[in-house]
């Protein structure tokens, strides 16, 4: 039974779509009204949104670790504002969390298309994405498992998951992805609330998913700084398969570099905020995850 | 007669196809050697492009102004900036100035394709466009005139344009937006060594361009806070005619607002840095331009 559900945008504050959103929902709070759950919707970080920055001082989606949110000496601006959203929302690992549930609403300037990113294993979880699958055909999910613990911002909650929508620029609004992502979270509440009822929803046994499988950097010379760009026969394929051999980045001096591991999935490739992170794109495996039925 | 050229890049630090070309040029000289003129190439604004920002205190691309390079008690970081700039490649209107033609390398998060956006009038810069056109047919030339007085980089030097290439996002190599933007600049090499020559190149006799009318805001409230995006009917559709009353914007409850002036082309659409400027779009209209033979 989900009682709370929390709708987080604005925690990176160039990513307009999660920003604009809550502030129609914030003025419109009718739409996110259910039968039999409470929804709140709220900005995480305004310092960032105000200046339409990422962050302040570091990502705020990389700052929830139980190792951080309980150092008291930590004082950027992030970290302790990681702390309050904490309280307000978890805390996190709580039998008796303040929300049960947060999707956190987030842009990418590679070619993602609606996509569901998520590290959470829980069963309800699984169900929402399954049903979202179902009636979302163009919907993609991605499972990140590529640090020692989970701290993004939906780690909070018990259950949750990030939406990923692209390609947008950051500090662009763009209708079409708006308007997508709008529907994809009218479509999750009406989940939660047949859910919640008991509601015989039909869903598919398994979800067809991308799973983390590794991190590829551009290539970089001794000073850290890139010698090539993704390749244009890869640029905004997000979702298709690396083939071995098959271009992958571009050098300076027109070389191709070619990939040269085993055939995978490639996603965020060319992210804008993912330079400084050191990588270019993921990689992934495609497999099956069984739903709990 | 022109005896140097200047290739400027990064005026907006987080514009990388200029920081990236820059920097390419200055490892490898060679490919920017001609017979008859010199070419040098520099980074803009190192700072802003240190931080992947498009500037640190405000726009250098609109610092060149008469007044403010002749006011010695502007502090801020671009404003002394752009007086050091402009001793270094100008000064602005000169007789004699360090170099004859600026081409200011930018990119765009609209779908602006391959463009110039030109504010000179001089003969050598029309026919340079010219001979870029009749070179790239999918070059689309924008004449800006816009401000009162020219303010652009180009503007230090007698004579020169912009690029501007998009969509790319803020903070995005993309490559074939790169290689497009580095064959553009070896055109206009070779114009300038053809010109200096006395070769006959058979120009054509006229340019067709978008020519400068109005810019044109997004929908705002009393606070100023945008209430309305570019329609999905509108994005992406740089340099195409907006007929009266076809939808310009889409507010955040879902009204289309159409468009009630003459028809006009729209160029610019939705670009990031143009939110705080105040504008969604640039309208212009299409005419010729006339070179002089």
């Not at 003025?27 to 302040?56: G, W």
């Not at 978890?90 to 956190?104: E, L, Q, R, W, Y």
């Not at 613990?149 to 929508?165: L, Q, R, Y």
């Amino acid at each position: 039974m989900i009682k709370k559900l929390a709708i987080t945008g604005g925690t990176h504050g160039n990513e307009l779509i999660g920003v604009y959103l809550v502030k129609k929902w914030k003025e419109q709070p009718d739409l996110l009204i259910r039968s039999n759950f409470e929804t709140l919707c709220l900005h995480m970080n305004n310092k960032a949104i105000k200046e339409v920055r990422r962050y302040v001082d570091h990502d705020l989606n990389r700052a929830f670790n139980t190792e951080s949110l309980n150092d008291a000496s930590l004082e950027t601006y992030e970290a302790k504002l990681a702390k309050e959203l904490n309280k307000f929302l978890g805390p996190k690992g709580s039998d008796n969390p303040n929300v049960d549930f947060i999707v956190d609403l987030h842009t990418t300037t590679a070619n993602m298309g609606l996509s569901i990113v998520v590290s959470n294993m829980s069963d309800i979880t699984w169900r929402a994405i399954a049903y979202l699958c179902q009636h979302e055909p163009a919907l993609h999910v991605y499972r990140w498992q590529g640090d020692e613990e989970d701290a993004f911002v939906d780690s909070i909650a018990p259950h949750g998951f990030a939406i990923e929508v692209g390609a947008v620029p950051q500090g662009v609004l763009r209708a079409d992805l708006f308007l997508q992502t709008e529907a994809l979270i009218y479509r999750l509440l009406d989940f939660f609330e047949k859910e919640n009822a008991g509601y015989s929803m039909n869903l598919p046994n398994s979800v067809e998913i991308y799973d983390h499988e590794m991190l590829m950097d551009y290539p970089r010379d001794q000073n850290g700084e890139i010698t090539a760009m993704v390749h244009p026969q890869r640029q905004d394929k997000d979702y298709a398969l690396i083939e071995t051999g098959s271009p992958l980045f571009l050098t300076f001096d027109d070389k191709t570099i070619t990939y040269e591991g085993e055939p995978l999935y490639a996603l965020f490739i060319n992210e804008a905020a993912y330079y400084e992170k050191g990588f270019a794109m993921c990689l992934a495996k495609k497999r099956a995850i069984f739903i709990a039925l």
